[in-house]
């Protein structure tokens, strides 16, 4: 067997181009832009290219896009005080606070200081109870992108078995409530899980959200299962090669000769994460302007 590649380049580009015509109609009927605030503490080079890039693709959306870039010695009180502006600020949608923060910050309490109707990231306590509770809300970036991503592969994911590996705040959990809530029957592996592989052999999806560079092996996989990879590992560079491959967390070429669909790395979930963060913030900004937007158009 030979896998479909799951495109999720395609997938987020498609996304994009519908987010950016709903952008304008937002625009005519609430007279202004939708916008995006990103707030990015210290010097990572990683995060300033992570956030430059969602900047740019803000804009070319249709959104306003609002950048505040503050020092590594910034203090809790100003980075509080900072996220009180923004939820204050009518013109702000949506508030992505860029995590990890240094660690003389409590990030906790800054993604609980973020309004609700802003948690573009859906991280805050309202965001995860509300999808625990099953209530519409505002859903981490990944996930459902991941989630998109499955249900234009297989439609109806309904009495499918899926493990999810990782119970991250960020990934894991977020994924096994979307699949719950589309009626699969779900598993949560992470580090304690006995006899994993055998665990990821009943399933019908496995995501894998874990951060091991090519953890999950072919043999593990169930034959005609659909996978979807999240992880983003660099591996160590090959002599001569000033940066190492990227790879995610399961064995692409292996899962490619028994599964039925794959997401390569990259090109499969990493694109989708923007994608729908932008997705997230038009969302909060139909909300927040009382303008309508019929469920499940975005
Ligand atoms: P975390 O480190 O927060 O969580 C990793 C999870 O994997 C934990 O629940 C941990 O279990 C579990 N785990 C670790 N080792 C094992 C193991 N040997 N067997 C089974 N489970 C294990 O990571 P994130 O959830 O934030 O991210 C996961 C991956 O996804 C990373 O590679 C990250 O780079 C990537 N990522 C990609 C994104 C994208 O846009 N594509 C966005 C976000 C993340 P335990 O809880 O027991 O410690």
């Known amino acids: 067997m030979t896998a ?19 952008a304008a109609t937002f625009e005519q009927s609430a007279g202004r832009k939708a916008g995006l605030a990103v707030v990015l503490v210290g010097d ?10 969602k900047a740019k693709q803000t804009v070319a959306c249709g959104m306003s896009s609002f950048e505040h870039r503050l020092a590594e010695g910034t203090d809790q009180e100003a980075l509080m005080a900072l996220v009180d502006q923004l939820n204050a600020d009518p013109m702000v949608d949506g508030i992505l606070v860029q995590l990890p923060l240094p660690k003389h910050l409590d990030e906790q309490a800054v993604v ?15 965001s995860t109870g509300r999808l625990a509770l099953g209530l519409p809300g505002l859903v981490p970036c990944t996930p459902l992108g991941s989630l998109m991503l499955l249900k234009d592969r297989l439609g109806s994911l309904s009495g499918l078995d899926a493990v999810v590996i990782g119970r ?9 409530q979307l699949l719950l809530a589309e009626s699969c029957t779900v598993t949560i592996a992470h580090s304690r899980t006995r006899d994993l592989p055998d665990v990821v052999k009943r399933a019908d999806i496995v995501v894998a959200a874990v951060g091991r560079p090519e953890m999950v092996k072919g043999s593990w996989i169930k034959p ?3 996978v979807i990879d999240v992880g983003i590992n660099r591996l160590p560079p090959a002599e001569g090669a000033a940066k190492g491959r990227l790879v995610g967390d399961v064995d692409f070429a292996e899962a490619c000769g028994v599964a039925a ?21 038009l969302v909060a900004a139909h909300r927040n302007a009382g303008v309508a937007l019929a469920d499940g158009a975005l």
């Open 261 to 281: 669909a794959v997401t390569p790395v990259p090109g499969g979930v990493g694109p989708m994460t923007i994608a729908v963060l932008l997705r997230n913030a």
């Open 112 to 126: 609980e200081r973020i309004d609700p109707n802003k948690d573009v990231d859906g991280l805050t306590p309202t």
């Open 224 to 226: 005609g299962a659909v």
């Open 44 to 53: 990572d080079p990683a995060s300033h290219v992570y956030v430059a890039s």
């Open 168 to 176: 991250s705040i960020l990934v894991g959990k977020p994924m096994a």
């Open 4 to 22: 479909e590649l799951i495109d999720g380049k395609l997938f987020a580009a498609t996304l994009r181009t519908k987010i950016a015509e709903f």
